[in-house]
């Protein structure tokens, strides 16, 4: 049990362009999710934490325009990059903590976004 | 802020030893201490954990070890086996779930 799935898993995209990824809680209902960013050889760094029908709460440093986190039912979460630029290349990763299994946090999949 | 520590950033070992990575964690308030395994190109996959109120626990031939007077806790896998190779990682999460991740360490299990 516990499966959570992202979509895309990988996507290419041109400079200036949105890219949205969807995180799925599959067996679940998740009342909160986390959405990370993870560049080459480095470990994972949270950028938001998402809670269903409220608004996201973003990391220092990272940009709530830029990525946009809907958590509109308690199996999704749709992470958002608007304005792609290269930079912004990366592997997206999401979790999603299953209330009746405490602090346990499980993992997807991940999204790798290449920006042209 | 909060912080954790992971030594080492690589570990070679020869297949059937043992390895053992550390983890050192700021936040006093920390009660709950995953281990991820991540393969290329996938997701980290929980592979064991442990909670404060207990010291060591062991699933197999993998074991964690918790310290918390030091702020340690370390990560033991016995009789290494080549599809162990992977990058390991450690972290933190306090009553908030904010979950804070050590560095990494890429483990080579040589055949």
């Known amino acids: 049990g516990a499966v959570v799935s992202q979509h895309p898993s990988w996507v290419i995209c041109k400079s200036g362009t949105s890219v949205k990824i969807e995180c799925r809680s599959l067996?679940?209902?998740?009342?909160?999710m986390f959405w990370y960013r993870q560049f080459p050889k480095q470990s994972l760094m949270l950028m938001a934490t998402?809670?269903?029908?409220?608004?996201?709460?973003?990391e220092q440093g990272v940009e709530k325009d830029k990525f946009l986190i809907n958590h509109a039912s308690l199996t999704l979460s749709t992470l958002t990059v608007t304005s792609a630029h290269p930079e912004d290349s990366s592997f997206y990763i999401c979790?999603?903590?299953?209330?009746?299994?405490?602090?346990?946090?499980?993992f997807g999949p991940g999204t790798r976004l290449t920006v042209l | 802020g909060e912080n954790v520590e992971q030594h080492p950033s690589t570990l070679s070992v020869q297949e059937g030893d043992s390895a053992v990575i550390k983890c050192t964690y700021s936040?006093?308030?920390?009660?709950?201490f995953p281990w991820y395994k991540q393969e290329l190109g996938k997701g980290p996959q929980l592979i064991i954990d442990?909670?404060?109120?207990?010291g060591e626990k062991k699933d197999q031939r993998i074991a964690v070890t918790l310290n918390k007077t030091a702020k340690h806790f370390s990560l033991h896998i016995t009789e290494t086996q080549p599809e162990d190779s992977a990058v390991y990682f450690c972290a933190a999460i306090t009553g908030g779930f904010k979950t804070i991740f050590g560095a990494g360490t890429r483990l080579f299990v040589k055949a």
């Open positions: 936040d006093s308030a920390s009660n709950y």
């Open positions: 067996d679940f209902q998740a009342t909160t």
């Open positions: 998402s809670n269903e029908g409220s608004k996201a709460t973003y």
């Open positions: 442990i909670r404060s109120n207990v």
């Open positions: 979790s999603a903590r299953d209330p009746g299994k405490g602090n346990e946090q499980f």
